[in-house]
């Protein structure tokens, strides 16, 4: 269900919106849904990979092979 929402902005700012929205072919307001809906999926994608990582991090790698020593990694 969609809900109306009011929003306060410079008249400037509105003009460029509005031609960005009928570059697309869309009115504002779809326009800018659809500009929100992006951004949201995208900070979710973003998290979902974000979780993803941290959780490899924690498991971490078998690289094979014995750590080397002390000496072995000091060496020049």
């Given at each position: 269900m ?10 400037h ?23 929100l ?40």
């Amino acid at each position: 269900m969609a809900t109306n929402v009011t929003l306060r902005m410079d008249e400037h700012l509105l003009q460029k919106l509005r031609h960005h929205a009928v570059d697309d072919n869309l009115s504002l307001s779809a326009w800018i849904t659809a500009v929100l809906r992006r951004m949201v999926e995208s900070n979710a994608a973003t998290l979902v990979a974000r979780d993803r990582a941290l959780r490899r991090l924690e498991h971490g790698y078998s690289l094979g092979g014995r750590p080397l020593t002390r000496e072995q990694t000091h060496a020049r």
